[in-house]
């Protein structure tokens, strides 16, 4: 773990240091990110065990959960540009004192979701169309899961201020503790003392709280070192809200991109649908490793911005662009190479398999624009470039739709879809290669 203690770096001089940092922040980042849908996945396979109607209750659960969860993600993403920008100014006080906020932001924001959640769980599951057998299984694990929702929150939060203090290792142990504990009590409630899906559920729950808490613990001592405030402060509160209210924007775009793909699929056929999943699951997978490189950016240029180093800023931005194109590069030949193994992993249907294999050849084509996209994502975020971020996402929603909503009228079938898919990347890669290019995001200071 960083010490919070330690003087800000200067910038790296030469490629090779700009890429030690780069691999120093990215490879933990990207152990987190890939244990937390770990989670889901011990969940699914103990309660599997339990029948299919538990199982499918779980599904409809989690995927109001993760939806809830994942729309606040922008707590992370503000706190690490805001904490960074301190960090980069030699203020490690106040670099704490506005991770506090954030902390506090996660607080509120997670009673709110709980109160409106627990009351209005039926009709949530309702909404997704469970079944008669599955409803009450879920609506079971909904109100007993939502109960955690502000320790996710709180983590989420926790997570951009170490990200900002340069200190993507406490995450990743976190993460791993947090991933044994819950498989652990998963079994052991689920099994042992008899209580089904609500044990799961209440499993989960305490997992998350033990990791809030380690965070907070960890947040709350870097405090009294440097005589950073505890209290919760009205205005710093309402700033990270204002900061985050853009990248919310660009999350709830994005994440209607994604639906309109599904829903397209579905009007496609059951092999197309079932196919999607597969690729669609894949492609999630391989954001992760580009995901860690933009949260490395985010870090990274904050700091440097917040040290009043342009030059420092454009170096790294420049550099890390490299990284997610040669990243890309070695993802997509690995999808090509590895995509006869993979399929038989997912179904044995070759229908399913006949459409998926072209789809699966336009992702691996992509995985170079996905890298730039992801980098300069991460890049304009921790320079605290938001609002652009959302306009630039609402257009290329506006892009998408019609293309997307024209592959059934058309023809082109899954390949057909992804290629819009592919090109709701090369838009985003667009926005953001010319934001970047034009230098606008190149705010110095320890405030945007």
């Not at 599997?48 to 809830?68: D, E, F, I, K, R």
């Not at 691996?364 to 304009?380: C, E, H, K, R, T």
């Not at 058309?410 to 709701?424: E, H, I, K, P, S």
Request: net charge positive.
């Amino acid at each position: 773990m960083v010490h919070m203690t330690q003087a800000p770096a200067r910038r790296p001089t030469g490629r090779r240091q700009h890429d030690r940092e780069i691999i120093a922040l990215a490879v933990p980042a990207f152990g987190a990110l890939v244990a937390e849908p770990l989670f889901l996945m011990a969940d699914t396979a103990i309660v599997g065990h339990l029948g299919t109607a538990q199982l499918a209750g779980l599904g409809v659960a989690s995927a109001l959960l993760m939806t809830a969860v994942s729309v606040f993600v922008f707590l992370a993403y503000a706190t690490t540009a805001a904490v960074a920008r301190r960090v980069g100014a030699g203020d490690l006080q106040a670099a704490i004192r506005q991770g506090m906020d954030g902390i506090w932001l996660a607080l509120l924001l997670g009673t709110a979701v709980v109160a409106a959640a627990l009351p209005t769980a039926p009709h949530l599951v309702d909404l997704f169309g469970a079944s008669d057998a599955a409803t009450p299984y879920a609506i079971t694990y909904l109100r007993i899961s939502v109960l955690g929702i502000p320790a996710m929150l709180v983590v989420l939060a926790a997570t951009g201020v170490l990200r900002g203090l340069q200190d993507t290792r406490t995450p990743l142990y976190v993460a791993i503790a947090g991933f044994v504990a819950n498989g652990a009590l998963n079994a052991g409630l689920v099994y042992g003392a008899d209580l089904g899906i609500a044990g799961s559920a209440w499993g989960t729950v305490i997992a998350q709280c033990g990791m809030a808490a380690v965070y907070l613990v960890v947040v709350l001592r870097g405090a009294r070192r440097h005589g950073a405030s505890l209290r919760p402060d009205a205005a710093g509160i309402r700033a990270s809200a204002q900061a985050g209210v853009p990248l919310l924007v660009r999350t709830l775009s994005l994440r209607a991109i994604l639906m309109i793909a599904t829903a397209v699929a579905a009007r496609l056929g059951d092999a197309d649908i079932a196919a999607h999943q597969i690729i669609l699951s894949l492609w999630s997978l391989l954001a992760f490793a580009l995901d860690a490189i933009a949260i490395a950016g985010q870090a990274i240029i904050g700091r440097y911005l917040g040290a009043g180093d342009a030059q420092g800023a454009r170096d790294a931005c420049r550099r890390m662009v490299e990284w997610g194109i040669a990243v890309g590069v070695v993802l997509g030949a690995l999808v090509v190479l590895t995509r006869p193994v993979f399929l038989p992993l997912f179904t044995s249907d070759p229908a399913v398999k006949d459409v998926a294999l072209p789809a699966l050849i336009i992702v691996a084509l992509s995985q170079p624009i996905s890298g730039i996209v992801f980098v300069l994502d991460g890049v304009l975020m921790g320079a605290g470039d938001g609002p652009y971020l959302a306009w630039a996402m609402l257009l290329t929603l506006a892009v998408f739709t019609p293309a997307a909503l024209l592959v059934p009228v058309l023809g082109g079938g899954l390949t057909a879809l992804w290629a819009t898919m592919t090109l709701m990347m090369t838009v985003r890669m667009l926005t953001l290669w010319l934001r970047t290019r034009s230098g606008r995001w190149i705010v110095t200071g320890a405030t945007r």
